[in-house]
């Protein structure tokens, strides 16, 4: 009889342990990866729209961060707004930087269409 009743008491015991640990480690780990994510993508986001107003920046590398950013999403709108930054632009390395990507924004409107 004693051995009947310590089975049941160990049943009990590793059924609370189951509910009371219900993500196992492997589970918080995928928990954790997916919220990492998440809030990757948000403050990517956001980084974005930073660069995207920073083009007409007095800070150089705000306008450099623009340029890249611009150079992702190529459109006629994009060719149009990086030839009159590269007249504003007095910096050389700038200009230079924006001159590449607007060669390589054409390059890919000219294959892809706008």
Do not use: C
């Not at 995928?30 to 007409?56: E, Q, Y």
């Not at 590398?61 to 994009?78: E, Q």
């Not at 924006?98 to 294959?111: D, F």
Request: glycine share 8%; net charge positive; proline share 4%.
């Amino acid at each position: 009889m004693a051995s009947r009743r310590a089975r049941v008491v160990v049943r009990r015991r590793s059924a609370a342990r189951r509910a009371a640990g219900a993500f196992g480690p492997a589970a918080l780990a995928l928990l954790g990866f997916a919220g990492g994510i998440a809030a990757g993508t948000a403050l990517w986001s956001r980084l974005l729209d930073v660069n995207r107003r920073g083009l007409f920046s007095r800070h150089p590398v705000r306008r450099f961060a623009a340029i890249s950013y611009l150079g992702a999403r190529p459109s006629v709108d994009t060719v149009r707004l990086l030839k009159d930054y590269i007249t504003w632009e007095s910096h050389p390395l700038l200009r230079r930087r924006a001159r590449r990507v607007l060669r390589t924004v054409e390059a890919s409107l000219e294959r892809h269409g706008p």
